[in-house]
């Protein structure tokens, strides 16, 4: 069952970005297309059932925490701090990033093949060539990577913030 909840979309805005179609071609189309490809589909259904509360997702299923940050980025988009075109991005983003944790290998490296993060991005891969949101979708939890490892060793690892940051523009 799709998560999305009704008028919180990004086709109220009709941004567009490149769709994959049969035949590895392109077409541009609306966000919302691809949103709405991505829900359809049955890996997405299952897998945002998936989870437990736990440290770093209290709220426990991917569908809990998906509906947690739309919220969040509803009220940045009503209050003027979201742009339509971020908005109709970001909501794509939000729908895949987490989407395959179930699939995953537990406690893979980001880059390895068998993460979530790497299981997302072969997903939205198959419905958009965006590399702006493919990299985000890679490196997402790169962040809270780093500042867990600080947390929990007491110390930073710049070498591996730089080299993910050298990844993004």
Same mark, same amino acid.
């Given at each position: 069952?799709? =998560? ?6 990004? &086709? +109220? ?13 392109? !077409? @541009? =189309? /609306? ?12 890996r ?7 989870? *437990?509360?736990?440290r ?14 739309e ?7 009503? !209050? ?6 971020? *908005?109709?991005r970001?909501?794509?983003?939000i729908?895949?990033h987490?989407s395959?944790?179930?699939?995953a ?7 390895d093949? +068998?993460?979530?993060? &790497?299981? !997302?991005?072969?997903?939205? /891969? *198959? ?8 990299q985000? @979708? ?20 710049p /070498? ?10």
């Amino acid at each position: 069952r799709a =998560v999305r909840r009704s008028g919180a979309s990004s &086709s +109220q805005h009709g941004g567009c970005l490149s769709l994959r179609l049969k035949e590895n071609t392109m !077409a @541009v =189309v /609306a966000t919302n297309v691809i949103l709405n490809r991505i829900i359809a589909d049955p890996r997405y259904q299952r897998n945002v059932a998936y989870g *437990e509360p736990r440290r770093g997702h209290a709220e426990g299923t991917v569908a809990a925490h998906i509906l947690q940050l739309e919220d969040n980025l509803h009220a940045l988009a009503n !209050a003027g701090m979201v742009s339509p075109d971020q *908005e109709d991005r970001l909501i794509i983003l939000i729908h895949v990033h987490d989407s395959f944790k179930m699939d995953a290998k537990r406690n893979a490296a980001i880059e390895d093949s +068998q993460s979530h993060a &790497s299981l !997302a991005r072969s997903f939205l /891969a *198959e419905f958009t060539d965006d590399n702006d949101l493919l990299q985000i @979708v890679q490196y997402h939890d790169l962040g809270y990577a780093v500042w867990r490892k600080f947390e929990d060793k007491g110390r930073l690892d710049p /070498a591996r913030l730089d080299a993910g940051l050298s990844t993004i523009k």
